[in-house]
């Protein structure tokens, strides 16, 4: 039997890290960090606003040219020394990611365990990238050379606060970028604990700020900030708007990695048992709060009946509760708003006339009353004009949709403004590769939900974001790219004085 994690450690003030130095915020104000599972207070964090970014960005400003100067080999090295310190410590990452998101810990084991590859990968990519030689007519040498951006705002959010933190920091540092970070406020403590171990890595002080405060005044300020090359954010897509516009309004580079509505397709040559298992995983994982949960479980009509009969069966048996739990399977919701949004996604289905197959309720009694705890919930004869079948519930709230046929199935998948993800469920190998290219989704998986690698592309198409995080392309993200063209020919050149019929371009 797995051992409970540890209790974790946290100070009961955390200051903000800027130039190297813990600060407090220029306000003196501070903010309350919440444990869900039981409403407790956390610890307190400084609520920096636009004066903090401003000593941030400049703390950043001026550690980014000596750190873009750095040979890719010592970055590296500061990056690998990293990873390695974050997998000694990753019993404590655990216990304070499970506190302060909910998170069960046999998730968070599991997810954060794979944290440390990321730095290891976008080192090995900074010592390895290659630039490119061009054809280009004539005497000429054209070659391209990649340099860092500069500044980089990294704005995250609460669902997979180190993780998804570390796809973005671990490319923005490896391509030599200072960055100023502005985490979640519901989940700001890993943020500032990887800050931490990046510092005792050899990480100069400057290269990476954390400000840590509300979107609508840190953020807004760190994307409003004259100082900064690139904005990436990861968050809900009319945050994602508001951070494009103004990205826009400066010409400033912008990544967004924004909201989901992934549709699961299960054909009817999969096992139920296996369909069964596969439309769980992909609804529950996190609580549904994931931006590429499985809300729209697309099931052909000939095994409808039976997959739903499975799924409310297994969903009834799941263990719900304490987080800390080894043998919890659901943990609560990340906060009180989340719930609420569940709890109204409930009523709305049911006032669209969708079925309630199993769930709907928040959960209460005991320790249940301290928590923000949410049934796992199930919607049956839902079609897709519905607002549940069409808008982003991000909690343990599901629809099942029915088709008869492949076309059917690509037409209901595309049939939503979000296109972050898709998973493909088929025995038929042709079937799936022709279903998983027709779908307008940035990641599709066959026979597979939610696997992810630092090496592979991630990003969504429509609504769910611009850019992308991981692999060589993400890397290149945090780049601008220069192009030197050189004159190979000793041949004399003057266009005004020689009127003959030369190339001038
Ligand atoms: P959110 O949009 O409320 O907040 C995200 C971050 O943006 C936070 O740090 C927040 O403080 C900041 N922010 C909020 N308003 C801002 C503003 N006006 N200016 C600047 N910054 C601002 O999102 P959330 O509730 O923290 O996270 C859930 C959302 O994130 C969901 O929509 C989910 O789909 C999305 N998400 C997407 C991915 C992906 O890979 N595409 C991954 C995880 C989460």
């Given at each position: 039997m ?8 946290i ?9 190297g ?26 609520e920096?606003?636009a ?20 040979p ?21 990452f655990?216990?304070?990611?499970v506190?302060?998101t ?9 997810q954060l ?7 290891s ?11 490119g ?6 005497p ?7 340099m860092?951006?500069?500044v ?22 490896a ?5 100023v ?5 519901v989940a ?31 953020g ?8 900064i090359?690139k ?24 990544s967004g ?20 298992a ?6 529950f994982?996190?609580a ?14 000939s ?16 263990q ?15 906060s ?6 569940a ?7 049911k ?26 919930t ?15 519930i ?13 076309e ?12 972050l ?71 004399p ?13």
């Amino acid at each position: 039997m797995p051992e409970k994690p540890s209790q974790p450690n946290i100070p009961a003030y955390l200051p903000m890290l800027i130039g190297g130095a813990r600060r407090d915020a220029a306000s003196g104000k501070r903010f309350a960090v919440e444990n869900p599972a039981n409403g407790e207070t956390l610890c307190e964090v400084a609520e920096g606003d636009a004066a903090d970014i401003d000593a941030a960005v400049a703390a950043a400003s001026a550690a980014a040219p000596a750190w873009a100067a750095t040979p890719p080999l010592q970055r590296a090295e500061i990056l690998n020394r990293a990873a390695a310190i974050l997998a000694e410590r990753m019993p404590e990452f655990v216990a304070v990611e499970v506190a302060q998101t909910g998170r069960p810990v046999r998730e968070m084991r599991a997810q954060l365990a794979r944290t440390p590859e990321w730095y290891s990968y976008f080192a090995a990519v900074s010592r390895t990238h290659e630039s490119g030689v061009h054809p280009f007519g004539g005497p000429y040498l054209n070659y391209t050379r990649r340099m860092p951006l500069g500044v980089v705002g990294l704005v995250t959010p609460w669902n997979h606060p180190l993780l998804i933190l570390t796809k973005k920091l671990a490319p923005a540092l490896a391509a030599g970028n200072a960055v100023v970070i502005k985490p979640s406020e519901v989940a700001p403590i890993t943020p500032l604990m990887i800050a931490e171990v990046l510092a005792e890595a050899g990480l100069p002080d400057g290269v990476c700020n954390v400000v840590t405060g509300f979107g609508p005044t840190a953020g807004a300020a760190l994307c409003a900030h004259e100082g900064i090359d690139k904005l990436d954010l990861t968050g809900g897509t009319e945050t994602g708007r508001r951070v494009a516009a103004l990205a826009g309004e400066r010409l400033t580079h912008f990544s967004g990695e924004l909201g989901g509505k992934a549709s699961v397709v299960v054909f009817d040559d999969v096992l139920d048992t296996e369909a069964a298992a596969a439309t769980l995983f992909a609804s529950f994982i996190a609580a549904g709060q994931t931006c590429v949960q499985g809300a729209r479980l697309l099931v052909q009509n000939s095994v409808r009946d039976r997959v739903l009969e499975m799924l409310i069966e297994r969903t009834r048996a799941l263990q719900i509760g304490d987080p800390t739990d080894p043998t919890t399977q659901i943990g609560p919701m990340v906060s009180e708003k989340q719930l609420n949004i569940a709890m109204k996604y409930v009523e709305i289905g049911k006032q669209e006339g969708a079925t309630l197959a199993v769930g709907g309720n928040r959960l209460t009694g005991g320790d249940y009353d301290k928590g923000y705890y949410h049934e796992p919930t199930v919607f049956s004869d839902v079609t897709n004009d519905m607002r549940i079948a069409q808008e982003e519930i991000f909690g343990p709230v599901v629809c099942v949709l029915g088709f008869d046929t492949e076309e059917e199935a690509i037409a209901l998948a595309n049939g939503t403004d979000f296109g972050l993800a898709a998973s493909v469920w088929t025995r038929d190998i042709s079937r799936g590769h022709r279903v998983a290219q027709s779908i307008d989704a940035g990641i599709v998986w066959v026979n597979d939900h939610h696997r992810i690698d630092p090496a592979s592309p991630w990003g969504g198409f429509k609504d769910s974001g611009i850019g992308k995080e991981n692999g060589i392309v993400c890397y290149e993200g945090y780049t601008k790219l220069q192009s030197i063209v050189v004159k190979l020919s000793d041949e004399p050149f003057d266009w005004f004085e020689d009127s003959s019929d030369k190339r001038y371009s």
